[in-house]
């Protein structure tokens, strides 16, 4: 059975920012905040390491598990909650953010547009030492498969 492209970025997740809006040469031009695109340069260049040899084509399954910090002022009750996935976290950045950066980054890394993604599996944020993203990117017939 094809497996899927795995791969762990590590690091504090990164939401994709808003764009920033500058004018040049009377022109308006609109750009990514440093943070964001520095994120996206790392993730690809991690994803980069576990491309295949062509671009993947159609339909695409992306499952991201994103292991945000544990907070210093967490007591040993809720420190133990967080790391047993009970406890997690609800604050910023939201999930759709961290995804929608990270689709970017795999875009014509892994596959050729962001709107082959047709779903996502187990997505979630939790707490995690050390903070990371895990990233697995299946063909659906091979999730469909496999999760069967």
């Known amino acids: 059975m094809p ?21 040049i040469a009377g022109r308006a031009r609109a750009f990514d905040p440093r943070k964001s695109r520095d994120y996206k340069q790392l993730v690809a260049q ?41 406890l997690r976290p609800t604050t910023r950045p939201d999930l759709k953010n961290i995804l929608a950066g990270v689709e970017d980054a795999l875009e014509g890394v892994l596959y050729r547009n962001d709107s082959q993604i047709v779903g996502y599996g187990d997505t979630g944020k939790w707490y995690g030492d050390p903070p990371r993203v895990e990233v697995e990117l299946w063909r659906e017939e091979d999730w469909r498969r496999a999760s069967t």
């Open 46 to 86: 991690v994803a980069q390491q576990h491309a295949p040899p062509a671009l993947l084509t159609g339909p695409l399954i992306l499952v991201l598990h994103v292991f945000r910090p544990i907070p210093k002022g967490f007591n040993k009750r809720k420190r133990a909650n967080a790391l047993d996935e009970t």
């Open 3 to 23: 497996e899927p492209i795995k791969f762990t970025v590590y690091g504090e997740p990164v939401a994709q920012g808003r764009p920033r809006l500058t004018t």
